[in-house]
């Protein structure tokens, strides 16, 4: 069961050039920056009432989210949804034949068990379980 969005993840070239936009601009407050070596990513979390803000600067040239920053410039990566057991989560939607690009949970940024849904059941969104 989906609790709330956890996070939305937004495709940056660089945080630097993009953290001002979000905290003076918008008034966000930055609650640090983490890298994820094995996502080959920077990310930036930003506070938004009950959920965050994700920046995501790819830092190798093939990362995932550096393919996508080629493909479709910068914007919304994915839409992250907060689950209470993300591998029970996960099989229900392999059980419905919604295809799925983690078969198994993942460690993901701040050490939270992750999935990702393929976009193509999704509509076009990637979606991301979440599990804190």
Not at 105 to 132: D, Y
């Amino acid at each position: 069961m989906l609790n709330k969005i956890e996070h939305i993840g937004i495709a940056v070239t660089s945080l630097e050039q993009s953290l001002p936009f979000y905290t003076e601009v918008l008034g966000l407050e930055l609650l640090g920056i983490e890298e994820v070596s094995d996502q080959k990513l920077r990310v930036a979390f930003l506070k938004i009432g009950q959920s965050n803000i994700e920046l995501l600067e790819p830092t190798s040239p093939d990362a995932t989210v550096a393919k996508f920053l080629e493909n479709r410039g910068p914007g919304i990566h994915h839409i992250a949804f907060a689950v209470d057991d993300v591998a029970k989560e996960l099989e229900a939607v392999k059980s419905r034949g919604i295809r799925v690009i983690d078969e198994t949970p993942r460690i993901g940024a701040h050490g939270a068990k992750i999935a990702f849904l393929h976009p193509k059941s999704g509509g076009g969104v990637l979606i991301e379980l979440c599990q804190h």
